[in-house]
């Protein structure tokens, strides 16, 4: 049923504001009655600024309506906090519209200023893992459980490490997970990374590499650690070379293996193996790249002559 | 163990699936007998071609172990492939054997676009300013005037415009900086005193100075969220407008000793680029390409992008990263690692290379590739682009698409010593740009399958970033 507010008698006090008309527009959307109507009450609440139970009722209807409206959102959690209304039920309201709209914005960013409010993120973890459960990938999701773990703490957590476990369990290619795993691991880290945490670290990305040799997420995450510890690419040469081993140009099992070694082999100024591994991406392996890989190779070069 | 290889994995081949006997498939392996032309004789050249170079691209190494990604990601060229190597939309075909540009279409799509939604849109209501930006620009980049449209832009964006300033998806909405940056960019590429002349710059500066951050960022609305969007946004609208780098007065930054909107945004992009080389939307976050076109843009704005990105980035990892991007075999950009190839990376990512060309040095990316994806796969047989094969057509697409293609098709050039008559004053840089001429190696285009050159910080005509540049340049005070 649609509700209207001209002949509530609890609206009765408000003139609504219609959209204003400029002529002949571009885009111009033919709304039903119900919502151009809801509107018009909700641009004159705002413009009196208005902070009342009633107005969170009007953004729930619109809500409704029109989830992707930010105005709305912001306006509904300015309302929350002018009213110190109860956070926990605004929560329990928002969980089953979250799970209708997984791809918006606001909801999110609207759970975050709650959340932030209430100063205790219970339940939150269990209600991402719900969400993950529909999109294992989304952006806005797991941008808000890094939220998490930086404004409650987390940084190093063994829980949320070894959730990140389970996920990757699920699909060792997912690079959502690579990511958070990262951001726990070593997003809070001041100083130094300590042998042990680089050794765990890297031993766990090796493991996955061992699964499925060219998963690109791995390998990056290598990379990724040993910059962080500010270590050599070579720590890892044996390891790549079980993989991809100029000797025998015809086993190669993993194109992300080659790319580490002609960069280890830079890092060696043993340029002419550089080359090998980038002319094998260039010319058998990775042909759709064969550009970027061919720059490398120029780079080499460029190295030498300022060397 | 996990690696197959060998060059006969996997088997999505059309030629494979043009023979649907399992043993004629082992025969045709075997090879060299006459009869396996037999059976592909009623494929046309042009598609054997395009096969043979799929055969090509298409990756050696093959993991056995199934994940949903990988599963997914099967599923998917299954659908892509007979579009990149046959022509089920039956478009007329290039010299190449490809499709060419479906301009006639692709405009009719377009003038649709900006025409009168049904109550089924209402979730456009927030977002107008995106329709009318990107089919605007994309009606410019297929070569069609826009002229008849100019007075409904202004009209349009009148009551979208905030008396606190900046703008909303519509009246009565809250600011926000993405239809702020869709409004600005859609009534510079309307261009015209009346269009310019619309949009309160103030009242506009004043509410960049509220969305800018302590800790160097932009948020995107009062209360909103904080990501590299904003930052990109912001910086559009004080180059384009030609406002005062000075934060305004009111600026609550002005209490954290902010004088500048550059305070600390360099360092806050620096922040952006993550383990993985690419940029994301805020610190910690994953890489993504649409995070890392803003990310340079950005950059592009606050100086000679040699300086700038070299500055604030990694590139050689950043350049790594984006090289990544690149889907194989079908060519086309996926947005994150192990995600699906998808139109509008054409321009995310596509859009990276002339910023990062300008201060590394050219030729680092497969331009060819991008084509094929963006004429085969990603024009919808009724007109408008596309993510991929199987999705309708949508504005955001269709514009990004193009701008993608437009990337592949014109050299740009950074030249810091260029004298025009725009360009003096803060944020300058971006009208050191120019196109230097045509991209040829191996195209695989031809001239009906031109767009237009577009702007590589703005994505819009050159000519029009130039024109409001200088309109504003000219003008005394606000």
Redesign the interface.
Known sequence: MPRFYHDDPAWSDVTP?P??E???????????AE?SEA?SY??AV??ANEYSTRVLDLTEHIIS???????VW??R??TLSALNRNLREEIKWLNPTALKHLKN?QIW?HR??IIDRLGSCDGEQEFVEQMLEKD??N?HV??YR?WVV?RFGLFGDEGERKWCEGMME???????VW?HR??VV??GLKGEVEEGLLKRELEYAQDAV????????PW??I???L??AKKPMSTVKEFAKE?ADLEKP??????HALDLLADIYEEEKKNDEAKTALDLLAN?????????W??RA??LDSAAVEA | MAASTGPSQPSFSRLRELTPDSDRIQELSDAGTDSEFEDIATVPQYELDNIAYFDRMRPIIVDDLKTETSEVQDETLNVILPFLEGNPNEFPLNEFGLPHLQRVKHARYLDDALGSYSEHYVALDAARPWVLYWSLQALTALGEGIGAFQTRVVNTFVPCQHPDGGYGGGHGQLPHLAPTYAAILSLAIAGGAAAYESINRRSLWHYLGRMKQPDGGFTMAPGGEEDIRGAYCAMVCLSLLNLPLELPADAPARSCGMTNFLDQLGDWISRCQNWEGGISATPGNEAHGAYAFCGLGCLSIMGPPKETLNRYLDVPRLIRWLSYRQCTPEGGYNGRTNKLVDGCYSHWVGSCWALVEAANGTGIWNRTALARYILSAAQAKTGGLIDKPGKRADAYHTCYNLAGLSAVQYNHVFDEDMKGSVGVGELAAPYHWWVAGLYEEGKIWVEEDMVDEIHPVFIMPYDAVSACRKYFEDKEGF
């Open positions: 504001i959209q204003l400029s002529g002949q527009v571009l885009a111009g959307i033919s709304y039903t919502y509107m909700l641009r705002m413009a309506l029109n989830p992707a409206h930010y105005t912001l306006y959690a300015q914005y960013h975050q200023t294992a990938k952006y797991w941008s890094q930086r699920r699909d060792v290619r997912n690079n959502s990511n990262f951001f070593f997003g061992r699964k499925a040799p060219q998963n690109e997420c990056n995450y990379r990724g650690v910059r962080q993989f015809d086993e190669v099992r993993s194109t058998k392996y990775d042909p759709i790249r064969a550009k970027y061919e720059y120029r780079s």
